[in-house]
């Protein structure tokens, strides 16, 4: 009788435990080296992570495009496998057309604005329209930087990018933006940067600072152009397959943790950039302050070339960037 119950009380307490008491492995994959920003914020999330889970929710890093170009990787996590990856809302748009506004050219000088388009009931509402369509959205806060301009020809102004082959991430509106900027833009993965600026398959790349250092692009491109385009804020997703399989406490948890992570980018940012600036120009990088209204005149355009958007969209999303 004695055995029985104790049995019955042990199976009962078992039961009640949450997922938690379960070893969970859940893959981190993105193109940034060990050391950049973005590898650094990983860490802390994963250190996070396992502190809150004690243990028993592990987040394995991938650094430097281990699992592939970002395009492979959120094809993975479409399929429900164990992977998150970090994403510029750009890369969205085949899911919801409007979100391509907030990667906008020059919508904004300041993300924190920015971040309260994300905590929004407009963005509230296209991120349950995503995990209908299998996105899951864990970190919405994280700022991957402002983007700049290191090229192998010094840039001032507009015209000076006629001709140029600018490297850019394989989404729609960061194409157009340099295009309307006046150069060529040349989509790749970030990891055949570096290659394709030896052979002269291009003359340029855009991306924040700590990204041109960490992939060491300076050795190959001389004229860094602070053109300040736009204010990178990137997501880090997975797929609603896989988040369904997960006990909805470690989703919170997940979810928690990863705010923590993303309000530590933000700091990370503002910090990294002057040091990665005076490293640059020790290394040899000659720093280009250009006068801005020429660049944001002609990325104007951009905002004309989607018809697909819903009607004012522009004109809402400026009013809530002015609130």
Do not use: C
């Amino acid at each position: 009788m004695f055995t029985k119950t104790l049995l019955g009380a042990t199976t009962a307490i078992l039961l009640a435990l949450p997922a938690l008491a379960a070893d969970t492995t859940i893959r981190v994959a993105y193109e940034n080296n060990p050391g950049e920003p973005a590898d650094l914020v990983m860490h802390r999330w994963a250190d996070l992570v396992e502190k809150a889970s004690d243990g028993k929710v592990e987040l394995e890093l991938f650094p430097s495009s281990q699992l592939g170009a970002k395009k492979d990787v959120m094809e993975q996590a479409m399929l429900g496998v164990n992977v998150i990856t970090i994403a510029d809302v750009g890369f969205l748009t085949d899911y919801d057309a409007d979100l391509g506004i907030l990667f906008g050219p020059y919508l904004t000088d300041n993300a924190e604005q920015l971040f309260k388009i994300y905590e929004s009931d407009w963005f509230k509402e296209k991120e349950a329209k995503l995990q209908e369509q299998g996105i899951h959205i864990v970190i919405s806060n994280y700022l991957y930087g402002t983007r700049q301009l290191l090229a192998t020809k010094k840039v001032e102004t507009p015209a000076d990018l006629k001709g140029m082959k600018i490297r850019t991430p394989n989404n729609e509106m960061q194409i157009k933006a340099i295009e309307a900027m006046g150069g060529t833009p040349t989509p790749m993965p970030l990891g055949d940067v570096y290659p394709a600026l030896t052979q002269g398959t291009i003359d340029g790349v855009e991306n924040p600072l700590p990204v041109l250092y960490g992939q060491k692009l300076h050795e190959q491109a001389k004229e860094l152009s602070m053109i300040s385009y736009l204010q990178n804020t990137s997501l880090w997703l997975g797929g609603q397959a896989y988040f369904d399989t997960l006990d909805p406490e470690v989703v919170e948890m997940l979810h928690e943790t990863g705010r923590e992570a993303g309000l530590y980018s933000q700091e990370l940012a503002t910090q990294e950039d002057a040091k990665i600036l005076a490293d640059m120009e020790a290394a040899g990088v000659t720093v280009t302050y250009p006068d801005l209204a020429p660049f944001k005149e002609a990325a104007k355009a951009v905002y004309t070339q989607f018809p697909e958007w819903s009607d004012g969209l522009y004109e809402q999303i400026q009013a809530q960037l002015a609130e």
